[in-house]
């Protein structure tokens, strides 16, 4: 199964990359695709498949294009 990841802000650094196609070994959920990527599960996020927000347990399909950011205020 493939999908494209891409991370935002310091979780680039975290992950190791900022945008890439990930074969993955087996289907997951938003959350388990986070953990994949090396995103630490205490790190509150907001992630978006396909450009609509999911929640941690929502499936993974594939060719979705998943982006994975921290969450951040400001005005």
């Given at each position: 199964?493939?999908?494209?990841?891409?991370?935002?802000?310091?979780?680039i650094?975290?992950?190791?990359?900022?945008?890439k196609?990930?074969?993955?070994?087996?289907?997951?959920?938003?959350?388990?695709?986070?953990?994949?990527?090396?995103?630490?599960?205490?790190r509150?996020?907001?992630?978006?498949?396909?450009?609509?927000?999911?929640?941690?347990?929502?499936?993974?399909?594939?060719?979705?294009?998943?982006?994975?950011?921290?969450?951040?205020?400001?005005?």
């Open positions: 199964m493939k999908v494209t990841v891409k991370l935002i802000g310091p979780l650094y975290e992950g190791g990359f900022s945008e196609t990930l074969t993955l070994p087996r289907a997951m959920t938003a959350a388990e695709l986070s953990a994949f990527v090396k995103i630490d599960k205490k509150p996020t907001i992630i978006t498949r396909n450009g609509k927000a999911v929640t941690s347990k929502d499936k993974i399909a594939d060719g979705d294009r998943v982006v994975i950011s921290h969450i951040y205020s400001g005005g």
